[in-house]
């Protein structure tokens, strides 16, 4: 059976959103910076609460998707997507574009739960691991394409242009979806009314096991989120300022696409916790290495050592998570998936703002080793913590295979 019409269209949409978003977010510290003029602490706070809106949004989004159908949720984003980028790239003070993130985050909200529910809903009976696999390139794919056209736009015009390609990319998607997206009819449930879905997420975070490997995992999102926050400040200031930073961030998903099936199955007899703990020391090694490893090769070796970190971690967390849900629920956990990024995100922000002021500010002395230390030494914390939790809240029984 063959995958219909929609599901084709669904990951088109998907290529020209992440195209959208990271060729917006690999330079947007260094926009918010340099075009709306905040400064490094406000920078790190406004990048964190843009992150946390980012993502919590698809919890409620999710549900109202599911009450006014996907095909107008899908509408909404994409307005709120292209009035978000407009206005960073129309009115760039700080008060405006906090707005604009705001939509920009909550956009996201409406389009990430339709996109990965329309994979469910159109793919063949047999064929949902190949649904998400051809998702995955779209994702990707985007992510390329995005940060090379940023790359060039940024230095052939500059760096505020790159929203104009963001908008672009923001308007093809919000006509793909007008005109080519139909709403999937396979799969259609009716949604659970609010209430009861609030009382399920209670439910679900009322479980202490649960509830503390939300709070435990956020270290590593802590970690990859400053490849976005701290990292195109100090390739830009400490190293070259014409760096070419979005190639850079090439890296980790060319690895992740040529390595991720290697190391699954490199990996496949370990407990999920202790996958997930291989991952969180491999993206303390990373932090570690962009200080003490000078110059290009640094950046370059630490976002491939990056890579193998996610691959450790991604696929682990998820397996690890969704063992939580009672039949029937895993929607409603996974859901919850979110929720230690928002943290790590969040608190990256915040902490990424206060150390760029006081150790790699654009005029002064800079000490780059001391920041990328800290952050390998948070990194060792985590690690410890997830190392506590698998001792004290995973079963004895899974211990004891592991």
């Not at 290529?15 to 910076?33: I, P, T, W």
């Not at 410890?384 to 211990?399: D, E, I, K, S």
Request: net charge positive.
């Amino acid at each position: 059976m063959k995958f219909p019409r929609t599901f084709y269209v669904a990951n088109a949409i998907e290529l020209f959103e992440r195209l959208a978003f990271y060729g917006m977010y690999v330079g947007l510290s260094l926009y918010l910076s340099k075009v709306v003029g905040l400064g490094d602490k406000d920078t790190g706070s406004l990048l964190g609460n843009f992150r946390l809106v980012s993502a919590l949004a698809p919890i409620p989004c999710g549900a109202i998707a599911d009450r006014i159908n996907f095909k107008k949720s899908l509408l909404i984003a994409f307005s709120l997507f292209a009035i978000g980028y407009g206005g960073l790239y129309l009115y760039p003070a700080p008060a405006t574009a906090a707005i604009a993130l705001m939509c920009i985050g909550v956009a996201g909200g409406f389009m990430k739960p339709v996109i990965t529910g329309t994979v469910v809903r159109t793919s063949p009976e047999g064929r949902q691991d190949e649904g998400f696999a051809i998702f995955y390139r779209m994702i990707n794919a985007g992510s390329v394409t995005g940060k090379t056209l940023a790359y060039g736009v940024r230095v052939i015009v500059s760096i505020r242009h790159v929203l104009i390609t963001s908008v672009v990319g923001s308007l093809i998607a919000l006509g793909l979806a007008a005109a080519a997206y139909e709403e999937p009819t396979r799969g259609k449930s009716t949604p659970e009314p609010m209430g009861k879905l609030l009382a399920g997420y209670g439910t679900a975070l009322k479980n202490a096991r649960f509830a503390v490997a939300l709070v435990v995992f956020a270290g590593f999102y802590f970690m990859a989120e400053q490849f976005y926050m701290t990292f195109p400040k100090y390739v830009t200031r400490h190293i070259d300022k014409s760096a070419p930073l979005e190639l850079i961030t090439l890296i980790n998903p060319a690895l992740i696409a040529l390595f991720q099936g290697v190391v699954l199955r490199a990996t496949r007899g370990l407990h999920p916790v202790t996958g997930m703990i291989l991952g969180m020391l491999l993206g303390s090694a990373s932090m570690l290495v962009m200080g003490v490893v000078p110059g290009m090769l640094g950046a370059c070796m630490s976002g491939a050592i990056f890579a193998f970190s996610e691959m450790c971690f991604s696929p682990r967390f998820y397996d690890y998570l969704a063992s939580f849900a009672p039949s029937g629920k895993a929607g409603m956990y996974m859901g919850l998936a979110f929720v230690p990024f928002a943290i790590g995100a969040w608190v990256g922000g915040q902490a990424s703002g206060r150390l760029i002021a006081a150790y790699l500010p654009e005029v002064g002395e800079r000490q780059p080793t001391l920041v990328w230390s800290i952050y390998a030494a948070l990194g060792l914390a985590f690690a410890l913590a997830m190392v506590v939790y698998r001792r004290f809240a995973v079963p004895r029984a899974a211990n004891a295979a592991a």
